[in-house]
């Protein structure tokens, strides 16, 4: 069954970091791309960043908006896609989500296109409070 699993949500206080992880199972995720998006209360998805593969290293891209606080890394060997966020903003409280689209969809130089992605986990909360 090809899935994805979000994991490591919870209440940071302002200012703390927090690494979300994506377990991948059912395909080699080192042949997708992925996505994070986070949802908050009331609001539409966003992206808040992706990681491509292709020739060579591939590519990341984020939103201008995520300010440099925001890291996606892989891990090819446990099959997992990690999400840092660091200076957590009450503004990011949010369900986060991460997603698998096919290597060449979904991460681009320039945007990141949610419709590009059939694979999409459940979900993990991050609460920013003090």
């Known amino acids: 069954q090809v899935q994805v699993v979000e994991s490591g949500g919870r209440l940071v206080h302002p200012g703390g970091s927090l690494r979300l992880s994506c377990q991948a199972s059912g395909f080699d995720s080192a042949y997708y791309a992925f996505g994070w998006f986070r949802q908050a209360p009331g609001k539409g998805r966003e992206g808040v960043g992706c990681?491509?593969?292709?020739?060579?290293?591939?590519?990341?891209w984020y939103p201008d908006s995520a300010e440099g606080r925001f890291s996606i890394s892989r891990d090819k060997d446990k099959n997992m896609v990690y999400l840092q966020i660091d200076n957590l903003k009450p503004e990011d409280t949010a369900v986060y989500y991460c997603?698998?689209?096919?290597?060449?969809?979904?991460?681009?130089?320039?945007?990141?296109?949610?419709?590009?992605?059939?694979?999409w986990g459940q979900g993990t909360p991050v609460t920013v409070s003090s």
């Open positions: 990681t491509s593969v292709g020739v060579g290293k591939g590519f990341s």
């Open positions: 997603a698998a689209a096919q290597a060449g969809y979904g991460c681009y130089r320039s945007r990141t296109t949610p419709s590009d992605y059939d694979t």
